[in-house]
């Protein structure tokens, strides 16, 4: 079955296994796929991530994170920028995510980022999602 858009099913995956408290997701793996999930990791939002070589695309393994009170780290995903509705903004115009708590993936000419580090590095771009 062909997926009109990787990055929201990447999502989807990730907040259905979140969701039903499973330790890992596999998800069909593609190289922005693996930058968003090195953003995850790197912020603190799941424990870790692998590239698994299987078929010819590949499988991204990921590792989610609970709190030791069995809470979930990973509390909304949002896709915003969609194959039908492209999202730019220049990097003075970034949104701040829950008052800065949350975060927002970005994809720019820089490379796959935070908001927080866009705007340090004076960058735009496409925002991705939203994360808290």
Not at 38 to 56: M, T
Not at 107 to 117: A, L, N, Q, R, Y
Request: with cysteine; net charge positive; aromatic share 6%.
């Amino acid at each position: 079955m062909a997926v009109t858009d990787p990055i929201a099913d990447m999502l989807t995956r990730i907040r259905n296994a979140n969701s039903a408290m499973h330790p890992q997701v596999d998800i069909p793996a593609s190289k922005l796929k693996l930058k968003i999930a090195k953003v995850l990791r790197e912020e603190g939002f799941i424990k870790d991530h692998y590239f698994i070589r299987s078929g010819p695309q590949g499988i991204i393994r990921i590792f989610l994170k609970y709190a030791p009170n069995g809470d979930r780290v990973i509390s909304k995903l949002l896709r915003i920028s969609k194959p039908g509705l492209r999202i730019y903004k220049k990097y003075k115009n970034l949104p701040k995510v829950i008052g800065c708590m949350g975060l927002a993936i970005l994809s720019t000419s820089k490379g796959v980022m935070t908001d927080s580090k866009a705007r340090s590095m004076g960058v735009g771009g496409e925002i991705l999602c939203y994360v808290w």
